[in-house]
């Protein structure tokens, strides 16, 4: 149990900035957005930029004529309920957040609305009922990067067609994502004729562990499943696989912007932007339930050229021709 206190002091210590009590009070005036992410502000740096522009897009400037309040849970999924549960008794105009955010609020609030953004199928993980008439207070955006999980793997073993063994690595504490991934990426390594071996992470420590037993099971390739954990984790994952000399693909371009290897997926920041715009609206009065959940439609596949060098990798000139963008 979690004294009132306590609780207090654990949110004061995941928002991205601190505004003094006279401020807030100058600002009393403005409709305030909640923004609830599981992960970690440094990884999500693009993603909030995205949201504050469609924010700007629909007519709204943070500290302008809205007011923004930040929640993080550094990757902890658990305190995600814990900080859903604050939100609640605030009086907040929106509250957008990704999918572990929507699950905890979704059964406690029912009128203050609602803004996702999910990797997953909304409908199949229970955000709403249809995407076209989301209904009740609930609507958002979804990259769907969890269905491209079985892509990745596929461009994995184009890209080291030698590999018979390809190592995923999951977070088991997202069940949202991570049961489908692995189902569909063991269906794909079936096709394949490779063998998948599953290592888990959920936790930094976790890392060490992680590496440490891929020297020893020596993968081709190492794809990275979507989740918001890893997110943001970008530039350790990117670091850490080509320290470790390990060819990795991960949905985000900023994986490989960083220094990995090869990233396949929808773009996470148009998602970001979309539920900013879909947030403007809302303060202007329309009903989310009758706002259709929208998708992003840019996948992008980036490839970097200076770390395949750096890993002895002579990427085929078919999956050269198809990348969207290629850092050399």
């Known amino acids: 149990m979690i004294r009132r206190r306590d609780f207090i002091t654990l949110l004061g210590g995941l928002a991205v900035t601190t505004v003094p ?44 004529n809205v007011a923004v309040e930040y929640r993080w ?34 059964a406690a609030i029912t009128t203050t609305p609602i803004v996702f953004t999910t990797s997953g199928d909304p409908v199949q993980i229970g955000l709403v009922a249809s995407m076209s008439r989301p209904g009740g207070n609930i609507t958002g955006a979804t990259t769907l990067a969890v269905e491209l999980a079985p892509k990745r793997l596929e461009l994995a ?39 998948l071996r599953i290592l888990h992470a959920s936790i930094d420590r976790d890392f060490d562990t992680v590496f440490a037993n891929l020297a020893q099971l020596r993968p081709g390739a190492l794809v990275i499943s979507n989740d918001a954990f890893f997110n943001g984790r970008i530039q350790q994952l990117a670091e850490l696989s080509l320290r470790h000399a390990v060819p990795a693909i991960f949905e985000n371009r900023e994986f490989v912007a960083a220094g990995g290897l090869m990233s396949y997926g929808g773009s996470l920041p ?14 202007k009065g329309e009903k989310p339930g009758e706002l259709p959940v929208q998708q992003s439609t840019k996948i992008q596949m980036l490839l970097n050229l200076k770390t395949a060098k750096a890993l002895g990798i002579t ?4 999956l050269l021709g198809r990348a969207d963008e290629v850092i050399e």
């Open 73 to 106: 849970a550094d990757g902890k999924y658990d305190r995600v309920p814990e900080i859903a549960l604050e939100l609640v008794g605030r009086q907040v105009a929106v509250i957008v957040a990704n999918t572990p955010g929507v699950l905890a609020l979704k």
């Open 315 to 318: 990427v085929p000139l078919p």
């Open 157 to 195: 073993h184009e890209l080291v067609p030698t590999a018979s063994v390809i190592v995923a690595l999951i977070n088991p504490t997202n069940r949202n994502t991570a049961e489908p991934q692995l189902r569909d990426l063991q269906a794909a390594a079936h096709t394949f004729g490779l063998q």
């Open 270 to 283: 148009d998602a970001y932007r979309l539920a900013g715009v879909y947030a403007a609206r809302i303060l």
């Open 21 to 64: 009590l006279a401020a807030r009070a100058q600002q009393a005036a403005m409709p305030v957005v909640a923004f609830l992410n599981s992960s970690s502000p440094d990884g999500y740096v693009p993603m909030v930029a995205a949201f504050r522009q469609g924010l700007k897009e629909g007519g709204y400037l943070e500290g302008q």
